[in-house]
């Protein structure tokens, strides 16, 4: 026989659904986000087959998992539209990934009993290199009392303009550059202030404006995160410096 629920009784239940994020995730399943999330920034640029990243995610043993297992979360990754899928093949949001595993990070590094998700090479890499960018935020982010300054997204083309020129001039007095910034330093000056599509699309509308001037030539090593964290132009010609053309 079914039974009225009464109005307290509705409010109680509302009040106990859990937040989202990271905190209101399980142990389980947030320990396979973040082996998602680590797996996923292994790879070396945008774009992986989807089989490539399936087939790794699942741990033998005594709690021995299936590919079936991790569905939940890479649909999470996919509600968040850092992940996309085209025809077998995932196309990934590095920046919003990082940010994602940043969290989670946090939330799990301070529990007693730690999942043992940091394992293997390719995974140590992932977790130095965000070390290294945070790093970098939060000094590029020091004001003169020795504080850390939360810097607001970006979310004009105007004031863009306005950081990347400043970035750019920076960046040029800090590694004594004589006309030519590398680009993959001016995107990881500004960080998690603008998303990296529209990074790239603001930084070609200011060529267009005539104040940059994008050019080709590679990275001093070639390194693929760097290539990675430059721009490439419609025909796909990678732009890894910038050169400012409105000044003498």
Known sequence: MATKTSAAEKSAQSNTQEPSGAASTSPVDGDRMVRLLMTLLEV???????????????????????????????????DKQLLCEDGGKWHLE??????????????????????GFISGAGKTKVLLQLLQKQTISATTAMNGNGKVDVLEPISTYEEFKQVAMDTFDQIKRDYNFERLVPIYRIRRAIGERVSRSQFSEWLFEMQAEDIFELLEQGVEDNAPDKIQDSVTTSMGKLRCYAKRIDVA
Request: hydrophobic share 25%; glycine share 10%; proline share 5%.
């Open 94 to 115: 590095r920046s919003g990934l990082e940010g994602l595993l940043l969290e989670y990070l946090l939330e799990y590094l301070n529990q007693p009993n730690c999942p």
């Open 44 to 78: 070396e640029g945008s774009e992986v087959k989807k089989g490539d990243v399936t087939k790794k995610l699942p741990r033998s043993g005594k709690n021995k998992e299936r590919s079936a297992d991790y569905g939940s979360v890479i649909q999470d990754v996919m």
